[in-house]
């Protein structure tokens, strides 16, 4: 995917800069983005030690236990063959109540220790496999019960009423979870 | 709103006290156990780090080149027939590739238009119920050093366009 992704935006960005002469800009956002990623990794190694960390206690106590059969019956409806025995259970579990509860920071190591445990029983090590693909599906519909960030802006900039948009939102989101869903249990089938 | 707050401000907090007192009640060595996970928390990221480099650069350049504004312009004329804002239009463009950027243009959008007005309104609204799908696809698949995704990245957009088609509807009929 990113193999044809990646150079169709190096090339039409940089072909369409030559052609409206605005090359200069091409160049400082190279400096710019070598320097972003750096500070962003930064911050990003900081976070996922920190709930690695986090999410190696509680897969040694009871508490992962009580979570996952309250969600077993969500569980077991989107993942096609996830029994709880598996060892990316626990961390599939996680990366959920982190995404609902809007901690973006937490739910990504999260999710990429769960990638971790499914890439070890996946037969095709250079495919995803049919799990991996619908934990992909669920972090990028972005399920989430309070949208903290955008709520954080609406009230510093002065809204009357900042949490108005908290309905729309859970309409919105699920309706995106449930046909990215849907389009995955299609591509399941289908990409064999 | 002071309630919401507060939930979302002691959630992290609650999570982590919740998990220790569960481990100090069983007796576990805590502090042990936290060091073995966090070890691991570095590879994981050295691995993705070469992806994030990728998409950073060559999202940069897309968003320097001002090739957005040009595809804007493309298709501007269909959007306009869905009755869809052209002022939403470079967000729903950037959000599935870029977080930092759409959240830019976002917080500009509602800026200029009034943060309760329907614009203000929607672009909260495609802000806070999608997610930067190319980057989660690509730092997820990179983690594992994964090149056959089967086509992910369709359903991940159609999530994407779905969850702007249904902000759109749902603020017309709420907000006249």
């Not at chain 1, 499914?118 to 799990?131: G, P, T």
């Not at chain 2, 759409?102 to 495609?126: H, R």
């Not at chain 2, 050093?145 to 366009?161: E, S, Y």
């Amino acid at each position: 995917m990113l193999n044809i992704i990646w150079p169709v935006f190096i090339v039409i960005s940089i072909i369409y800069a030559i052609i409206s002469g605005n090359i200069e800009n091409i160049n400082s956002s190279i400096f710019e983005s070598a320097e972003n990623v750096v500070t962003f990794s930064l911050t990003l190694i900081g976070m996922t030690c920190l709930w690695n960390g986090i999410m190696e206690i509680a897969s040694n106590t009871q508490i992962i236990t009580y979570i996952s059969k309250i969600l077993k019956p969500i569980i077991k409806k989107v993942f096609p063959n996830m029994d709880e025995n598996n060892r990316a259970y626990k961390s599939i579990i996680m990366n959920l109540i982190a995404n609902i509860l809007g901690l973006g920071n937490a739910a990504t190591p999260l999710g990429l220790k769960a990638m971790e445990e499914l890439q070890r029983e996946n037969k095709e090590k250079n495919k995803l496999s049919d799990n991996m693909m619908m934990l992909i599906v669920l972090n990028t519909a972005s399920l989430q019960i309070i949208p903290t960030t955008v709520l954080t802006i609406r009230n510093s900039l002065g809204s009357k009423n900042p949490t108005l948009i908290i309905f729309p939102v859970w309409i919105a989101t699920i309706s995106a979870a449930v046909v990215g869903i849907l389009v995955t249990k299609i591509l399941i089938k289908i990409n064999k | 709103m002071q309630i919401i707050n507060y939930i979302s401000i002691v959630a992290m907090p609650m999570i982590i006290l919740l998990i220790i007192i569960n481990a100090l009640k069983e007796k576990t060595q805590v502090f042990n156990i936290f060091l073995k996970g966090a070890t691991d928390g570095i590879e994981i990221v050295l691995k993705i780090f070469p992806t994030l480099l990728g998409l950073f650069v060559a999202i940069g350049m897309l968003r320097s080149s001002g090739i957005i504004d040009f595809i804007i312009k493309i298709i501007s004329p269909v959007t306009n027939f869905f009755k869809m804002p052209s002022e939403i239009l470079p967000l729903a463009l950037l959000r599935p590739i870029s977080g930092s950027a759409s959240m830019a243009i976002a917080t500009d959008i509602i800026k200029n238009y009034g943060v309760d007005t329907f614009i203000g309104i929607l672009a909260s609204v495609i802000m806070g119920s999608t997610e930067t799908t190319l980057y989660t696809i690509a730092v997820y698949t990179g983690s594992v050093k994964i090149k056959n995704t089967r086509g992910i990245l369709i359903a991940g957009l159609a999530a994407d366009i779905t969850g702007i088609i249904v902000a759109l509807i749902i603020c017309r009929i709420l907000i006249i």
